[in-house]
């Protein structure tokens, strides 16, 4: 207390400590949660804040109005090792402290609703097996569980996997649906609880399938028709027929071109029919006919003859009559195609290279030179001391002949006056023999006397006949007028080229 005088009287002062009580208030924890599968350990703590502090604490399971006494005490926790689904329910834990409450919010008391999990077990019974007829309805199988969660049921079929809902029922029964189903209850993760049930039908005979569509065959191969039929009891008698244009039936017989197999299926019968080299009579339309003691059902099948293959070769058609020949023929003509087509590259490349002769030109031998010309001349020397040397051309048209240099050295050699292949004298050197005169080795002096020429006669223009002839062979635009006095010639290399034994 201060009464404004504080340099005068000392300040009073006085404390009192207030308590305030209240009724206890309650949440409950539960671990590892409050949905527990079975078998697991629960625990639940009751968290209470009062003052002044629980006197007592309790845990009841509530069991609708009423509620049973689990615990009392001032213990906080309650466990419940290994939980089983019968402890599923409201767990209440209650406080109290001796102070009254006021309202029911604070009447020290929580609940908890614990959902206790276990697997799915299916609690139907079925009397085994379900006996139905082809063709009528099955009657609904219904597959009941229990488990928490609810468990989900299905049906599957043993073999094929198929699912169906549940219940399983079915409007036509047939040999599709005959078999084992299993009945299958889940609930996470759970293992699976089944159950089987046998589906028995019994019923006239069915062949698989819908009416195929027409079976082409070549001419000459094996066709094999196949007719699967699904029966309870199986079939008795399988027949095949062939059918002509008037919807007569023919019975087929194993025999001939025809042969029939038979085969034991789980749930019926496969019937082959073969047909050997298969002919034009062949086609038709053929039906498979299957009998049990409830009755009996038949396929109808068309087979036909395929068109025979049309192969186009280098020598013309050919059919194809379902032998390996025509793959023969077929591969050969493409080899010999691809090597002609080799040999005409080649040719061509060859023409443009130079490495043939044009048509139309001389053949030349060895070292490019014309040996048909070249021997003529070289004749012609080994025969000069017994005629005398025809005058030359005044010149040469190289539209006629163009002169080999070993055409030429003959040429030169004759107007020499020397043997062939002897060098010839230095102008001025030439000697008088046997008091005759020399002629100039320019040019010799023309004579009257036409000397004779071996392997035709010489013209007016001095050329034989096998000079004219291979003269005629070249083109008219090769090389310019060449007159013999332009030629330049050197004798050391026409002596080696006249001495060559291609000469």
Known sequence: ADQGYPDQLQVQSAEQVLDVQYPPVA???????????ETNTLTLTCMVQSNPAASQIRWL????????????????TYVIPKITRSQNGTYRCEASNGVIPRDRESNGQATVNIDVYYAPKISSSFVQPFRVDFGSSLPPIECAAEGNPTPDLQWVQVGTGRTFNNPLSFA?????????FTCQASALDFPKDTVNVTIDVKGRPDIIGNRPEAQEFKEGKTAQVVCEIQADPRPSRVEWFLMDSSDNRAIITTGSSYRIIQENLPNGMKSTLKIDSVKPEHSGRYVCKATNTYGEDEQFFDVTLQAADVVTTARGLYQDNGSDTTMVIIIVVVVLLLLLLLVGIGVMLAHKRGLLPCKGEPETGKGGRDENVTNEFSIEMADKDKSPTAPLPSRVESSHYIPTPLVAASYEARLSGASFGEPRSPPGEGKPSDGKKVNSPAFPEPTTEEPPVQGGYRGEDGLNNAELELSSRKPASRRPIVEPKDMDLDYPTLRQQTASPYV
């Open 61 to 76: 399971k509530v069991n609708g109005d009423s509620s049973d006494v689990l615990q009392t005490g001032l213990t906080t």
């Open 172 to 180: 036509t029964m047939s040999y599709g649906e005959e078999g084992t």
């Open 27 to 37: 949440s409950i924890s539960s671990a590892p949660d409050s949905s527990v599968k």
